[in-house]
């Protein structure tokens, strides 16, 4: 079974600050790729960054960071010096083989971020 | 169109009704999910196709849902006798994957919102 879980539902912080948003998997693969995608107030989930089992390297793309850690099955997402335009819903997911190879891709409950100016 | 295409992006329908969502991918793409958002549920996996076989059809809640895909193209998602349950976002989401592939990022459409009265 696989299982992601995005603890924080709701997180508000005021414009400029640092904020983390966790994520922890669970599965029994030893080959499998993890995403983030964000999805804002007009509905369409947007893909940010996918990162696969093998490589725990920490990525940064701007203000967007990333920190991966197979020991801890955590994939977690750090937004720095937080904008307005941040505000979203993020959500998590796992992606591995399902019956059959195809891929399957389970999300999390999603974590709703409000940056307040 | 560029994107994932759903139709209609608002339903209200009575309680008892049947009602047919639909999901233009995008060109090209062979893998094609629906998946459901109720609040505070996050994204809820129903089915999944690869062309136009439904190798995961495990998360239809109950035998009132239904999909096809034809020309390895458009999909219908199908609710009959619809409940006041039922009613949530309803996302379709495509991608390259084909079997053995688990690292294709997913492009979402708007969604559907389903409102049953």
């Known amino acids: 079974a696989q299982k992601v879980t995005q603890a924080q539902t709701e997180i508000s912080v005021v414009e400029k600050e640092d904020v983390t948003l966790d994520c922890v998997y669970e599965?029994?693969?030893?080959?499998?790729?993890l995403f983030w995608y964000k999805q804002p107030p007009s509905g369409e989930l947007v893909f940010l960054i996918r990162?696969?089992?093998?490589?725990?390297q920490n990525e940064i793309s701007g203000r967007y960071s990333w920190n991966f850690q197979k020991s801890t099955s955590s994939f977690n997402f750090t937004i720095t010096a937080s904008q307005v335009v941040d505000s979203a819903v993020y959500f998590c997911a796992l992606s591995e083989a399902g019956s059959g190879g195809y891929q399957k891709v389970t999300f999390g409950i999603g974590t709703k971020l409000q940056v307040i100016p | 169109g560029a994107g994932v295409s759903q139709s209609p992006s608002n339903k209200v329908t009575e309680k008892g009704k049947d009602v047919e969502l639909r999901c233009d991918p995008i060109s090209g793409h062979t893998a094609l999910y629906w998946y459901r958002q109720s609040l505070g549920q996050g994204l809820e996996f129903l089915i999944y196709?690869?062309?136009?076989?439904?190798?995961?059809k495990s998360g239809l809640p109950s035998d009132r849902f239904s999909a096809e895909r034809t020309g390895g193209s458009v999909s219908t998602l199908t609710i009959q006798r619809t409940q006041q349950e039922d009613s949530a976002v309803y996302l379709c989401?495509?991608?390259?994957?084909?079997?053995?592939?688990?690292?294709?990022?997913?492009?979402f459409g708007s969604g559907t919102q389903l409102s049953v009265l």
């Open positions: 196709f690869q062309g136009n076989s439904a190798p995961d």
């Open positions: 989401a495509s991608s390259f994957s084909r079997v053995g592939w688990t690292n294709e990022k997913l492009f």
């Open positions: 990162r696969n089992s093998f490589d725990e």
């Open positions: 599965t029994r693969d030893t080959t499998y790729y």
